[in-house]
């Protein structure tokens, strides 16, 4: 069974810094591309940043572009998220996910139960 | 930018009714549409992908259609457990991967 976990949410001042952890398992998780999304309270969901599974393509959304890196370690099934520079804006419940086509495409399945990151002061 | 804009916001529905939900495309993007469902607390499931083909274990009850804009999801007799928001998805080989703003299915 697919299992991913999340950690490292909490809450951070505007202007600092968190560092989201992915555990997965249940699959070959260098095979697969990885992402977050994220949910703010109440509202829907958006994609953050993607990367592939030989660590060589990251992708960011324009909201997070230059503040946020993703990475990997495949020898530890793990995928980071590094949140700088964060603003209020960034508080929202992240979710990790994994790449579900075999394929080009990027639909998401299974998702990990998220982690909730607020910035406040 | 492609916009997805899903319609209802909110449907009520009594149990055991047809539910019918509505993504439609800013641009065509033929069949590269999924569906998802979010229970509160939750995190989302992957019901429905290529926009019509069904993920695994998801009950028959749910269905996908359409191509080019316009997309349905339809849930044939509402279950309790199937009150919930869902959302639509556009995906291609890059990004932005797009979701839509959800509908909320509730209890009539």
Redesign the interface.
Known sequence: EVQLLESGGGLVQPGGSLRLSCAASGFIFSNYAM?W?RQAPGK????VS?ISGNTRTT????SVKGRFAISRDNSMNTVYLQMNSLRAEDTAVY?CAKK??PG???????????TLVTVSS | EIVMTQSPATLSVSPGERATLSCRVSQSVSS?L?W?Q?KPG?????LI?GASTR?TDIPARFSGSGSGTEFTLTISSLQSEDFAVY?C?Y????????????TKVEIK
Do not use: I, K
Request: hydrophobic share 30%; glycine share 12%.
């Open positions: 992402s999304v829907g969901l958006e994609w993607t992708y960011y959304a324009d979710y579900d086509d080009v495409y990027m639909w998401f399945a299974p998702w990990g139960q998220g | 590269n999924a998802y979010q939750q995190a989302p499931r992957l992908y993920a959302y998805q995906y291609n080989y890059g990004p932005p991967w797009t979701f839509g703003q959800g």
